[in-house]
């Protein structure tokens, strides 16, 4: 069975410093991992997602995320936060062995950046 | 490109009455459409996979009879809840997959439709 786990519920940073949300997961297979913003009332945005190779993944709003295959993690990461950035951050998983499965999300971690 | 649009983005309906959200992607086909509800405060929880042209597939303890799903084109699919309650209230997210089902694929979302049932 896979499953996400974002430790943390809630982060808070000042604006202009590094963030780091957090993302652990469980697969049998190979990890595909994919990271979603939520703004408040809205749906998810895409951020980036790590299929394989480089395990640094650069996306979208200056965002990136490192993959870590010893530590089963994909760690969300941004050099200096903007207020903008507040929001709700979740990461997902998909399992390479299972074709045609949907995702397994975390449980979100919100961010608040204080100005 | 990969924009996914819901409608309405809010609805107020009386309980005992049905309400329909649809879900579009504006500029890709999509032979697979997911539904998720989310509660405040807490992660999606999947539905319903609705596939075009076949019956959509319910995730365990989702009444099908009361969710009812249609995915008649590669472009819509649409979502009634049936003789809604109060309990029935909730933000209901569509997403769309770009690609043949592959885990590589990527899911594009809508804005949401926030249901409130009196």
């Known amino acids: 069975a896979q499953s996400v786990a974002q430790p943390e519920d809630q982060v808070n940073v000042a604006e202009g410093n590094p963030l780091t949300v957090k993302c652990t997961y469980s697969v049998s297979g190979n990890p595909y991992l994919f990271w979603y913003v939520q703004y408040p009332n809205r749906g998810l945005q895409f951020l980036l997602k790590?299929?394989?190779?480089?395990?640094l993944v650069k996306g979208s709003y200056g965002f990136e995320a490192e993959f870590n295959k010893s530590q089963t993690s994909f760690h969300l990461k941004k050099p200096s936060a903007l207020v903008s950035d507040s929001a709700l951050y979740f990461c997902?998983?998909?399992?390479?062995?299972?074709?045609?499965?949907?995702?397994?999300f975390g449980p979100g971690t919100r961010l608040s950046v204080l100005p | 490109g990969a924009v996914v649009s819901q409608h309405p983005s809010w609805v107020i309906c009386k309980s005992g009455t049905s309400v329909k959200i649809e879900c579009r992607s504006l500029d890709f086909q999509a032979t697979t459409m997911f539904w998720y509800r989310q509660f405040p405060k807490q992660s999606l929880m999947l539905m319903a996979t609705?596939?075009?042209?076949?019956?959509?597939?319910?995730e365990q303890g989702v009444e099908k009879d009361k969710f009812l799903i249609n995915h008649a084109s590669l472009t819509l699919s649409t979502l009634t809840v049936t003789s809604a309650h109060p309990e029935d209230s909730s933000f209901y997210i569509c997403?769309?997959?770009?690609?043949?089902?592959?885990?590589?694929?990527?899911?594009?979302f809508g804005p949401g439709t926030r249901l409130t049932v009196l």
């Open positions: 997403s769309a997959r770009i690609g043949t089902g592959a885990p590589t694929d990527t899911q594009y």
């Open positions: 997902a998983v998909r399992d390479a062995w299972n074709y045609g499965q949907n995702f397994v």
């Open positions: 790590y299929i394989t190779g480089d395990n």
């Open positions: 609705s596939n075009e042209g076949s019956k959509a597939t319910y």
